[in-house]
T-cell receptor, first 111, second 112 residues
Framework: GENVEQHPSTLSVQEGDSAVIKCTYS??????FPWYKQELGKGPQLIID?????GEKKDQRIAVTLNKTAKHFSLHITETQPEDSAVYFC??????????FGQGTTLQVKP | EAQVTQNPRYLITVTGKKLTVTCSQN?????MSWYRQDPGLGLRQIYY???????DKGDVPEGYKVSRKEKRNFPLILESPSPNQTSLYFC???????????FGPGTRLLVL
């Protein structure tokens, strides 16, 4: 079946450094790729998303890139801050309504 | 305030005792979905609904039922809960499938 692989599972960076999280998807029909941030005790919250007709999208310190040929997409966070510490999930979806999540990455930003 | 609400937030029950977790959204969203979150496995989709009276299985539907009689409500039913259904459950909604999903606060379920 469809799946999304996410790496790394944990990531520790110094404040001010960049963080990169990578995902690979299997369903070639996927056309929507959201990224969610989950803080302790809360539900996931969308931070950025990208559609299959776009290769890159940026929102302040956060950017997402998509390589449809390789079925890869990545989250880039620059100038990391302690409040960026959380669990990040990638996901892939097609118009069928199914949304497949990656396994999650725990990001720790050390002051 | 636009939101997705779930009730109860915490629930301890025993094997075999039927339970329902309610989910309601006030954003007039057509799409609603249920997920379970387990350590190391991320979020897995249980059931989703594209519109009223339309429901489909996600990746892990076994042991669960849903209904969508009204646009705003999407209850999750466990007719005979088992310990392997102990998990953190999230309901989410979006205007349409393939658009930004808004998640509820979660329901932590323990089945003894």
């Amino acid at each position: 079946g469809e799946n999304v692989e996410q790496h790394p599972s944990t990531l520790s960076v110094q404040e001010g450094d960049s963080a990169v999280i990578k995902c690979t998807y299997s369903d070639s029909a996927s056309n929507y790729f959201p990224w969610y941030k989950q803080e302790l005790g809360k539900g996931p919250q969308l931070i950025i998303d990208i559609r299959s007709n776009v290769g890159e999208k940026k929102d302040q310190r956060i950017a997402v890139t998509l390589n449809k040929t390789a079925k890869h997409f990545s989250l880039h966070i620059t100038e990391t801050q302690p409040e960026d510490s959380a669990v990040y999930f990638c996901a892939a979806s097609s118009n069928t309504g199914k949304l497949i999540f990656g396994q999650g990455t725990t990001l720790q930003v050390k002051p | 305030e636009a939101q997705v609400t779930q009730n109860p937030r915490y629930l301890i029950t025993v094997t075999g005792k039927k339970l329902t977790v309610t989910c309601s959204q006030n954003m007039n969203h057509e799409y609603m979905s249920w997920y379970r979150q387990d350590p190391g496995l991320g979020l897995r989709q249980i059931y989703y609904s594209m519109n009223v009276e339309v429901t489909d299985k996600g990746d892990v539907p076994e042991g669960y039922k849903v209904s969508r009689k009204e646009k705003r409500n999407f209850p999750l039913i466990l007719e005979s809960p088992s310990p392997n259904q102990t998990s953190l459950y999230f309901c989410a909604s979006s205007f349409l499938a393939g658009e930004t999903q808004y998640f509820g606060p979660g329901t932590r379920l323990l089945v003894l």
